[in-house]
């Protein structure tokens, strides 16, 4: 039998789960109904910053591996919880809605789950969170928008929900 959970423990979850969530308690603090703010404005796809380009139209430089990329890393991180910000919208209350495009947004987001996880375990989160520093109302209004999101309400118990989010924000084997 599960244990008994509190009203928030949908938002207590999030910190516990993994690398890309911990900038989330750094920029977020509790979430609606536990002390929080009220609802956020909804995330609107594609609404982050476009990538950046050479100024002179030349080749990029070598680039770095993203764990040592932090504004690309951040860039990245912020489209990716933007992306399960809208899922989470669509999916309403859609609990296996929401499981599935949690697990298409895995894959597509596997170089980020790895490279915040490889950040925080070689304690580089301050850098991380000095390159998200430029999205921060980004990032909070998708991170809001999830934690106060009814499918994060309803699913957070549920086994198929909780291992898609798992997969997608916890630290890689």
Same mark, same amino acid.
């Given at each position: ?5 509190? &009203? ?17 308690? *750094? ?12 609802? *956020? ?21 070598? *680039? ?18 933007? @992306? ?6 669509? &999916?309403? @209350?859609?609990? &296996?809605?929401?499981? *599935? ?15 915040? &996880?490889?950040?925080?375990? @070689? ?16 990032? @909070? ?33």
């Amino acid at each position: 039998m599960l244990p008994r959970r509190e &009203a928030c423990d949908h938002a207590r979850m999030l910190p516990r789960r993994g690398a890309v969530l911990v900038v989330l308690v *750094a920029l977020l603090g509790p979430s609606p109904g536990c002390g929080g703010p009220g609802p *956020a404005k909804p995330v609107q796809p594609g609404a982050g910053p476009p990538a950046a380009q050479p100024a002179d139209g030349a080749p990029a430089p070598e *680039a770095l591996p993203l764990d040592r990329d932090y504004p690309r890393l951040a860039e990245r991180a912020v489209q990716l919880y933007q @992306e399960v910000a809208e899922a989470f919208r669509v &999916a309403d @209350e859609d609990c &296996a809605a929401a499981s *599935a495009k949690l697990g298409g947004l895995a894959a597509a987001y596997a170089d980020v789950v790895a490279a915040n &996880a490889k950040v925080l375990h @070689e304690g580089r989160a301050k850098e991380l969170k000095q390159a998200l520093g430029k999205y921060s109302d980004q990032f @909070e209004t998708a991170a809001k928008s999830i934690v106060q999101s009814p499918a994060m309400a309803k699913c957070y118990r549920d086994p198929a929900f909780t291992k898609a989010y798992d997969d997608l924000v916890g630290t890689p084997p």
